[in-house]
Nanobody, 125 residues
Framework: QVQLEESGGGLVQAGGSLRLSCAASGRTFATYAMGWFRQAPGKEREFVAAVIWNGGLTYYSDSAKGRFTISRDYVKNTVYLQMNSLKPEDTAVYFC??????????????????WGQGTQVTVSS
């Protein structure tokens, strides 16, 4: 089992920045990838970014490219999402996810077994 706890959400004005954190505990040695997804009101959950734990290869959605950066800290078993130039359309609940199995894809919810509770990000115009 892997437990995930997100933090760092909040209210920010458009153009501002936030850094989300996701601390992992439990069988973290088995982690293959960690990702961030988000879900806005009335919409389906969507992929934002992912990082392969060993190697650090990163993946981003088109909406995140150039504005968001995903990174991980081995020692702290934590993954971060630095979000810059935030827009009102980035408003959503952001979820951290972890996978312990190899997969060709890291951008689908099906690729992840463990999920955090989510943290709210609100961007005002």
């Amino acid at each position: 089992q892997v437990q995930l706890e997100e933090s760092g959400g909040g209210l920010v004005q458009a153009g501002g920045s936030l850094r989300l954190s996701c601390a992992a505990s439990g069988r973290t040695f088995a982690t293959y990838a960690m990702g961030w997804f988000r879900q806005a009101p009335g919409k389906e959950r969507e992929f934002v970014a992912a990082v392969i734990w060993n190697g650090g290869l990163t993946y981003y959605s088109d909406s995140a490219k150039g504005r968001f950066t995903i990174s991980r800290d081995y020692v702290k078993n934590t993954v971060y999402l630095q979000m810059n130039s935030l827009k009102p359309e980035d408003t959503a609940v952001y979820f951290c996810a972890a996978s312990t199995s190899y997969s060709r894809s890291v951008s689908s919810e099906r690729d992840y077994e463990y999920w955090g509770q989510g943290t709210q990000v609100t961007v005002s115009s």
